[in-house]
């Protein structure tokens, strides 16, 4: 049984439009309320999905494969190019779930050499340190954080005209971006955000390449 951690309450504006991820009283199991680390803790049944034959250690990966909504979202149109910042657990999660919505490439930026390394064994376009490596003159048509690092996040450059930037990394609260607005609206690039949104599978999500990512290393982007 795969567990939903967040507190809707099922009642305020968001709630009633089915935008709990929203909710106006949020709050969650292990975040904001403890339970998290106990050995049992009570649920509403409507948070709790069967997890069928899933190891317990894929199955442990349904809460954050919530990035499916996001990478649905951005591959709407099949072949786009991506650019992820991060390929921590949740970039590469990211990766794998793009290219399953149609993405035609999917590049990969982070400063651990290690982790690039599992992204090019899990079938990335490029794996890079940064994005001035690789040759893409018009841009990409997405480009994704999954850092929450301040670096990673002031670059949206490599946007293509027309494109989609996508924060999906955590940050601190006190972080803080300079954005340029005259570029943003000269290139009509779309800011967009992504917080956790659990939504029903539409089709079976094989966890198992994104195990060797779930073991943690030091990295200088921040990534998950």
Known sequence: MAVDPSLY????????????????NWNAIGVSVTGGAASSCPRRWPTCQAAGSLAAKNAALIEPLSARSA???C????????????????GLMMMELAKRAGAGTVSMVDLN??????????????AVTNADELDAPRGWDIVIDCTGAEAAI???SPGR???????FGVSAYDARVAIEPYEIYRREITIT???????ASTGP?????VESSTRRSSSATGSR
């Open 193 to 199: 955000a992504r917080w956790r949104c659990c939504t």
């Open 75 to 90: 591959c709407s149109e099949h072949g786009r190019q991506l650019l992820i910042y991060g390929s921590g657990t949740m």
């Open 9 to 24: 309450c099922g009642y305020c504006y968001y709630c009633k439009r089915g935008r709990g991820n929203q909710c106006e």
């Open 161 to 167: 005209r027309g494109g989609t930037y996508l924060q």
């Open 205 to 209: 999500v094989h966890c198992w390449p």
């Open 154 to 156: 002031r670059d949206v």
């Open 71 to 73: 990478a649905s979202t």
């Open 113 to 126: 050499p290690d982790r690039l390394e599992t992204a090019k064994r899990l079938g990335c376009s490029a």
